[in-house]
């Protein structure tokens, strides 16, 4: 679709030479999603009020002269697993429909003040668990460019609504592909940073090892900017490095040529889309011809990260996930009589099934007897991954590879099959949260089937720089 403005730059020029005001912005976003969101169910919530007060008070400070700050003019929705003082978060669950937050995000308080307005909340997978964001309580959200179709997940919310021109950028978080999985799947730059990089405080969590905040948007600098503000120490988060935080909008060198691997495994992946395998290849041989150096590389642990991410994940969300009591916060269930029942009709009530399966099957690899067996094995595992991903990574800039291995299924094309089927489809992009390094999924592809695909690239720990960078300089084309 043609959206208005596909970047901070285009609103903030519109803005400074007086052709646009903040409000003329935001009323933009809340028109656009009047004519879809009950089709698309994206906003679970929209801030209307808010923003456009806030839009009116930050064009009044701009006539007098002052900047709001340096994200005036960003109008960006939440992901539903993020905190917002005053305001409701239900990471899509009945469990949670009615909390409200009592703070705000850390990351989430850094954007707001540097002018940055907050839209609403969007529509994810219950908990953040899922890859086609139709395991929500409030219904399934569509794909805009087929609504016949998912739009990924756990992120879709936040995919659809940078899609379907409804927000100028979005947040989502990402423990294994749920940022850049329906980036690829609605045809959306997803970027997710290096472990630590960006605090959780704020964060519902899921598996808190894997779990990162990233930024769908139509732009690379858009994405480098929010996260550029984002990131960096916080009291409230003991796992964020103490670093200090690059310019990374400033450090955008689309000129650069990279060495990259592509693993010959990936790209014999037996579910691997045909087309998409092709269009891979003939992107491979374009960088070649434009001067970067692309090599194959063998990762013989690729069948295992799938299998190893489930296993660990679910173990830290049967555990994050025991706060859900009836008694704390959240849904509690009436009919219980005693506090054992209190807690089980609660659980069972107030989780869906998606949920419930991925808290049993945590318990279970945690029990004990055969926590040996799951848990500490898939630790393991993900060690192995880790050092073979970093070995790799060590003599090429990127390893590269399609962000998924097909284009977005139908509604219920999934869900009604054994849950691994689902599962697999994450085989591309769990491998950089296994070794918490950056990823990000640069839309650039369009199948013949008319759904777009994107291609996925992992760097190095802290070399969100030169992702930007290459993403930059293959969306030029
Ligand atoms: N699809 C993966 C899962 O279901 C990823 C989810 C995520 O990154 N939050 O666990």
Redesign the pocket.
Same mark, same amino acid.
């Given at each position: 679709m043609q959206k208005k403005y596909t970047s901070l730059e285009q609103v903030q020029s519109a803005i400074s030479s007086g052709k646009l005001s903040l409000v003329e912005l935001v009323n933009h976003y809340l028109e656009n999603i009047k004519k879809r969101n009950d089709e698309l169910n994206v906003f679970l919530e929209v801030f209307e009020d808010e923003a456009l007060e806030t839009a009116a008070a930050y064009d009044k400070s701009i006539a007098e002269g002052r900047k709001p700050g340096r994200l005036f003019g960003m109008i960006f929705g939440i992901k539903d697993v993020i905190c917002l003082k005053g305001h409701k978060v239900s990471a899509s669950s009945k469990m949670l429909e009615n909390f409200e937050s009592i703070f705000t995000a850390t990351a989430v308080e850094r954007l707001i003040a540097e002018g940055a307005i907050v839209l609403g909340r969007l529509n994810?997978?219950e908990f953040?668990? +899922?890859?086609t964001s139709e395991h929500s309580f409030f219904g399934p959200t569509r794909n805009a460019a087929d609504p016949t179709k998912v739009p990924g997940?756990?992120?879709g919310g936040s995919a659809v609504a940078v899609q379907a021109d409804m927000c100028l950028a979005a947040l +989502?978080?990402?423990?294994? +592909?749920?940022?850049r999985?329906p980036a690829s799947f609605c045809g959306v730059f997803g970027f997710k940073p290096t472990y630590g990089t960006i605090s959780r405080h704020g964060l519902i969590a &899921? %598996?808190s090892s894997? /779990?990162q905040i990233g930024v769908l948007s139509n732009s690379v600098e858009d994405a480098a900017l929010m996260v550029e503000v984002m990131a960096g120490k916080d009291d409230f988060d003991s796992t964020l490095s103490q670093r200090p935080v690059p310019a990374f909008s400033q450090e955008i060198h689309p000129e650069k040529k990279f060495k990259i691997a592509y693993i010959k495994e990936a790209m014999e992946t037996p579910g691997l889309d045909p087309e998409i395998r092709t269009s891979i290849e003939e992107l491979i041989e374009k960088l070649k011809g434009d001067g970067h150096e692309v090599v194959e590389v063998n990762f013989p642990y690729l069948d295992y990260v799938v299998p190893a &991410?489930?296993v660990m994940?679910c173990a830290e969300a049967s555990s994050n996930l025991s706060r859900y009591d009836g008694i704390h916060f959240g849904y509690r269930n009436d009919a219980a009589k005693n506090l054992k029942e209190t807690y089980q009709l609660t659980r069972t009530h107030g989780f869906g099934k998606?949920v419930r399966r991925?808290i049993m099957l945590g318990n279970f690899v945690l029990s004990s007897g055969f926590s040996d067996a799951y848990f500490s094995k898939a630790q393991k595992v993900r060690r192995l991954v880790s050092d073979a991903t970093q070995e790799i990574l060590k003599d090429h800039d990127f390893i590269l590879s399609p962000t998924t291995p097909t284009t977005a299924f139908g509604i219920g094309e999934l869900t009604n099959q054994d849950p691994t089927t689902? &599962?697999l %489809? /994450?085989i591309y992009?769990?491998q950089p949260?296994l070794a918490g390094i950056p990823s990000v999924s640069v839309p650039l592809f369009q199948h013949s089937n008319s759904m777009p695909f994107g291609l996925q690239l992992m760097a190095n720990k802290f070399e969100e720089s030169k992702l930007f960078s290459f993403s930059k300089y293959l969306m030029k084309g």
């Open positions: 994810c997978d953040a668990m +899922g890859s997940g756990s992120s +989502g978080s990402d423990t294994g +592909g749920s940022v999985q &899921y %598996a894997f /779990d &991410y489930y994940t998606e991925r689902m &599962y %489809a /994450d992009t769990v949260n």
